[in-house]
């Protein structure tokens, strides 16, 4: 097409058919209809007889008032091509929107006539059928327009006629085309003009021919052939439009190639991996070298891409995800995958990122003052390897920046073209729907493992019961990452809880459930509840979850999870355990015998099949090894789980190693090409607490209590070298004790207990735990708890078989912070905490006396 001779007005793209769909009418230079097509008649309703020798308004209400139609097109260039839908009147009065387009032929006096072709809107969506490359190539085509007569003689041709066979104007007006250029291909044509000027109908037909102009010699060309008729309806010449189809093939050939190629991108959900396959493909089809940069937060998912930046803001970072070259070790990339990419600010990729434009550079310009002397790295390759081609393509997707995919030619000597460069384009396009989802992924991905590994425990605080060593290994990148959790929790008494647990399911929604799971194990753990009734409370737990998560309208979706928990006392060596779901424990004795505990397996916890958990006890030697882990070490594909689990009874099996080599031996049973499973362990090595640690008495349940469990805690102070937690001591257990025989009956038993902190316990048979509460000013009784929070770290109570265990901690340090200053008096043998009487002056005489602590430690 020629700015000279031809206008498009045009609301949506052409395709391929537009020519032989098109209606065709010939105008004057005043605007008359000439000459009319059966094609014209269908679309609009008027006959031939109703529109050549009048106005072409008729039919085209925007020609309006124009004097010419040269002035016509002068005003449709005015206006850009007139932006919008433009319209022809049909015959029965309603509007029908179009794509039209007005071409100029001249003949041999020097007139002008003017060619439209008119196509409807609504059909053209409907044939849109060899993809957008090959649309946007037609857009670019130039369309050659002939006219003759009934002896085929032409009378009418436009310029770009001449560039598709190589035949001038004059040398063709006045000729038929076997004279004007002799030979089959001509006969063949002329006979398909007869047929049609016989036959009234609309011909297509595809040829070959030679062009001496231009890089490919042999040109196809696909012809389009029109009967035109007079006011008579009689025939009056025939048109020819044909439009040079030669790259359109070579992309339909070429698009093929990349269709075929496109399916080995995205097989994964690999950043860096799809932008090597990008470079790869580039590489096979149109370029000697390849290089893709991304946005540096986009392989690791960190934050939002960046967006296209105008001029004078600050350029993203690029990270160089992938390259390809047809020589061995890709001599022309300064960088390697990985490594940072600078982009100066007046190179090719700069312009890219700040107009969201691609860049076709054909010869690439390395005189002074070009882009090249403020990129001396690129510079020097270019001189190095020969690079004379340049395309740089910018990678987006859902209008967020990527990254450029750049495209070089060094080897083969022709340089782009546009071709290349739609198809370069339609290749990162794309790729580009691909790399967005492995971002999304990736940005997912490590959301949910930073989310996993804060909550999940930075150490283990086996204390003096454990000593404890864990692994945990996400699922592969196809798999995301999952709910799994381990833990090992302090409890009172030198105790210590450890629990493993899976949620079903993997990314983020399932790390954020495993974290809700893993506090409601902490505080059902700080409760001292026994493992198979924590259970119980932890499936209402996740069934509650469940119910609080779904949908007002739909049954609750099952959020399914198995979990194992385990309490070791370091006094007796007995674990108790019950688990939901889970695999059972491996156990590794002294010698190094393995086994698996002999544990109910239960069912899984949010299932709500109401069936209880069940608990086992097991004595343990000093020095044994317990393991606790997820399916994903015992479970594969192709094993069944009693081979996972004797390789890991195996792993496991020297018991003298270092938990943190039995925990990589047992890691290595993994298969090598990764877990399809989160694969958790956690292994404890149990310890014993020595007798001379733990002292225990049982009082009688009468007044005389208090006074024989200050002066057995005393002495045993004494021989433990803690004379400084005497006093604090003595007025804990005097208040614990005194509880005691307040509220309960039976005999009452007192143990200390020295280890990393020195504990109080005083069991009793009441089953109602002890509740701390603010005492008001007149009551007898209600502040010996609160003087026990004072004076220890914590307390707390827990339930056994026969009644409850009230226990209080204090450091191994003869002032504790928690008593802000206050030092307890001494108490001698037969002494009371005072208890204030009605009026509370009692009270107020032992305040000032020094020997009751201040209002606000009660």
């Not at 949506?12 to 005043?30: L, W």
């Not at 993809?131 to 003759?148: F, K, M, T």
């Not at 436009?158 to 030979?183: C, K, Q, V, Y």
């Not at 506090?519 to 069934?543: I, Y």
Request: hydrophobic letters at 40%.
């Amino acid at each position: 097409m020629t700015s000279t001779d031809e206008v498009t007005l045009r609301r949506k793209k052409p395709n391929t058919r537009e020519t032989s769909e098109s209606a065709i009418a010939m105008v004057d230079e005043r605007g008359t209809v000439v000459a009319w097509t059966q094609a014209a008649e269908q679309l609009v309703g008027y006959s031939a007889g109703d529109v050549v020798g009048r106005s072409t308004a008729l039919a085209l209400p925007s020609f309006g008032e124009a004097p010419t139609t040269s002035a016509f097109v002068d005003q449709c260039r005015a206006q850009n091509g007139w932006p919008g839908a433009t319209a022809v009147r049909h015959r029965n009065g309603h509007m029908l929107n179009i794509n039209l387009r007005i071409s100029m032929l001249r003949g041999q006096d020097g007139s002008v006539r003017w060619l439209l072709s008119v196509s409807d809107v609504g059909t053209l969506a409907g044939q849109a059928e060899n993809g957008s490359v090959r649309e946007s190539l037609l857009i670019r085509a130039p369309i050659g327009i002939s006219v003759r007569d009934l002896q085929l003689r032409c009378t009418w041709v436009n310029d770009t006629m001449e560039s598709h066979d190589g035949i001038s104007r004059d040398r063709r007006l006045g000729r038929r085309f076997t004279d004007a250029l002799p030979g089959a291909k001509p006969e063949a044509l002329e006979a398909v003009m007869r047929q049609v000027l016989e036959g009234g109908t609309t011909r297509v037909h595809e040829y070959r021919t030679w062009v001496a102009t231009g890089p490919l010699r042999e040109h196809t060309f696909a012809a389009s052939f029109f009967c035109l008729r007079d006011a008579d309806g009689q025939a009056l010449g025939v048109c020819t439009i044909s439009i040079d189809v030669t790259e359109s093939r070579r992309v339909r050939e070429r698009l093929a190639v990349l269709s075929q190629a496109s399916t080995r991108l995205g097989r994964t959900l690999d950043v860096m991996q799809t932008s090597q396959e990008l470079a790869d493909i580039a590489v096979t089809l149109f370029a000697d070298y390849a290089a893709v940069d991304l946005e540096q937060s986009v392989p690791f998912g960190e934050g939002p891409p960046a967006r296209i930046a105008p001029t004078g803001e600050r350029l993203p970072a690029f990270r160089r995800a992938g390259v390809a070259s047809i020589h061995q070790g890709a001599p022309e990339s300064p960088w390697m995958r990985g490594e940072p990419v600078p982009v100066p600010p007046a190179s090719p990729i700069a312009d890219v990122l700040r107009t969201g434009s691609s860049h076709l550079e054909p010869i690439v310009d390395t005189a002074p003052g070009t882009w090249t002397d403020q990129d001396p790295v690129r510079a020097q390759k270019i001189h190095e390897t020969g690079m004379h081609s340049l395309m740089v393509v910018p990678i987006r997707a859902r209008c967020a920046l990527l990254g450029v995919a750049v495209f070089i030619r060094t080897g083969n000597p022709a340089p782009f073209q546009e071709v290349d460069l739609l198809l370069a384009e339609e290749l990162v396009s794309r790729a580009a729907t691909s790399l967005d989802n492995a971002r999304q992924y990736a940005r997912e991905h490590s959301v949910a493992l930073a989310l996993q590994r804060q909550l999940l425990p930075h150490r283990l605080m086996g204390g003096v019961a454990v000593e404890a060593a864990s692994r945990y290994l996400p699922a592969d990148v196809d798999h995301g990452v999952g709910g799994d959790w381990f833990d090992v929790i302090p409890l009172s008494g030198a105790r210590v809880a450890l629990v493993v647990g899976d949620v079903v399911g993997h990314g983020i929604n399932a790390a954020a459930t495993m974290g809700r799971l893993r506090t409601a194990v902490h505080t059902l753990a700080d409760m001292e509840l026994p493992p198979d009734e924590l259970l119980a409370r932890l499936d209402d737990t996740v069934q509650r979850l469940a119910e609080g998560d779904a949908d007002p309208d739909q049954t609750p979706a099952v959020v399914g999870a198995t979990c194992v928990y385990a309490v070791y006392d370091p006094v007796t060596r007995k674990c108790t355990m019950a688990g939901a779901g889970h695999p059972p424990p491996a156990i590794v004795d002294p010698q190094g015998r393995v086994t698996f505990a002999d544990l109910p397996t239960g069912t899984p916890l949010g299932i709500g099949l109401g069936v209880p958990f069940e608990a086992v006890e097991l004595e343990l030697p000093e020095g044994s090894l317990l393991a606790l882990y997820t399916d994903g070490l015992i479970e594969t594909r192709d094993d069944d789980i009693d081979v996972g689990m004797r390789r890991l009874g195996a792993a496991l099996a020297q018991p003298g190693r270092s938990l943190e080599d039995l925990c990589t031996r047992a890691m290595d049973t993994v298969p090598s090409q990764g877990p399809s499973d989160d694969v958790t362990l956690l292994v404890v090595r149990t310890r014993s607490l020595s007798p001379t640690h733990v002292a225990s008495w049982t009082l009688p349940n009468d007044q005389t209590a208090a006074r024989i469990a200050r002066h057995m805690a005393a002495r045993q102070l004494t021989e433990w070298g803690l004379e400084g937690l005497e006093d604090a001591t003595k007025l804990i257990v005097s208040e614990l004790v005194t509880n005691a025989v307040r509220h309960s009956t039976g005999p009452i038993q007192l143990r200390l207990i020295q280890h990393q902190v020195l504990t109080c316990e005083v069991s009793d048979t009441d089953l109602c735990s002890p509740r701390l509460r603010r005492a008001r000013t007149f009551d007898e009784n209600g502040r010996g708890l609160g003087l026990v929070a004072q004076l220890s770290r914590r307390w707390g109570s827990r339930s056994i078989p026969d009644g409850k265990v009230v226990w209080a901690e204090e450091d191994l340090v003869s002032a504790h912070p928690h008593t802000r200053g206050f030092r307890p008096p001494p108490l001698t043998e037969g002494h009371r905490i005072p208890r204030p009487h009605r009026a509370g002056t009692h009270v107020n005489q032992q305040r000032v006396a020094g020997r009751v602590p201040p209002r606000h430690l009660l």
